[in-house]
């Protein structure tokens, strides 16, 4: 039986987890933090059939928003995954847009258009969605290790044999996958990989008590000091609704748990929120967060085997559509590394090797 071990428990780690163990490997996911813990439990999970249409991801996100669908099923769903209506708009603080709204939202806000349907766009509660697929791997005979990855296992000939924890404990296996999201940088320190970057957002979980229809919002709206934000809101199957608006440039700490918001970041959300819809003004706030999404220079994610390196493989930088790529990531690798290629998806566009390596001497001294 193939030993895989598996660095990183978001979304993208537990899904190959998932996928390998579905196909009878040992799978064994270190995890540094908790499962979940970082952008994998605090994204939108907002999914969409063919918003990537035109980019390498396109074949990939279709793939997966299939493969959500059937986990959603064969799984007994235990993260709220539920189809939507999904809108386009926009508000300007204090002011009454005028036009035809919906019924749960403020006059502020204007909606311009329908830019996805239940057949076309759906959703899933983002941290149950990865703690109830490690599960799932975890019933089919997968290991969830906690510990910090350090450090790789390496025969004479440079093959990979396992990786090394920083408390000094290693863990064999026949192949190690580089699945850190944005602290993937760090295994460039033991593998040559491109870079990937960590671009910083905040969202809030309102409890809305079912009060929001199935709906998720993209909106423009111009803040009263004139700058113009993003928001993006989606009202999940748990009466929660979740709502993100504010990126930032803020530094991605070493330990993932050291993740918090900007100051000031969550509470300029909030009265955002609270401006755009009467129930959410009314709702409490039960989380105010920050993650950061993975992103290799070119936008596009890498899934591969590491050149050069037997046994070695990443997946990583699936930036703002990692939940929604998870499902279809997680069975290209088990078919990459049990089978040597993937049949459902053509992996040529996301080969690691398409960019330049970063030089670890630029983490100065991490
Ligand atoms: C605000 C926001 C909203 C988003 N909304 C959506 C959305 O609506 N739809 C969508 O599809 N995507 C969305 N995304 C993107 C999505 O969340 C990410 O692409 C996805 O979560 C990345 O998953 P991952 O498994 O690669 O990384 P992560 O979730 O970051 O997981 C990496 C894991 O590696 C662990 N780790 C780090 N270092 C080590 C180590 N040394 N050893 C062991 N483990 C380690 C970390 O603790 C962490 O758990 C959003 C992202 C953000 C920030």
Redesign the pocket.
Known sequence: MKRIVI???????VAIAYFLSRRGAKAIV???????????G??????ALDWCRGSPVDRLARRSFALHAELAEQLGNPWGYRRLETYSGWAIANQAAGGASRPWLSDDVAITGQIGSPQTTALVE?RAFTRGLMRAAEAQGAELRI????GLVRSAGGAVEGVALDDGETVDADAVVI?????SI?ATRWLPLPAVYG?K???LVFDARGQAPAEALFLEYQEASGEVLAPEVFARADGTVWA?AISSTGALPID?AQVAPDDGAPARLEALCRRLSPVLAAAPVVARQA????VAEDGVPLIGRVPGVDGAYVA?A?????????PATGEAMAELILDGGASHVDLTAFAPDRLKTFDPARLHGV
């Open positions: 660095c990183g428990g978001g979304a993208i780690g270190v995890e540094r933090h908790e499962v979940a813990g970082s952008a994998s605090k994204s939108g999970g907002f999914l983002p510990g910090t990855v350090a699945a850190m999201g944005p602290w760090l671009f957002g905040h969202s993100c993932p993650c950061f999404r993975p990583t699936h930036s703002v559509w990692g939940m929604l790529n998870a």
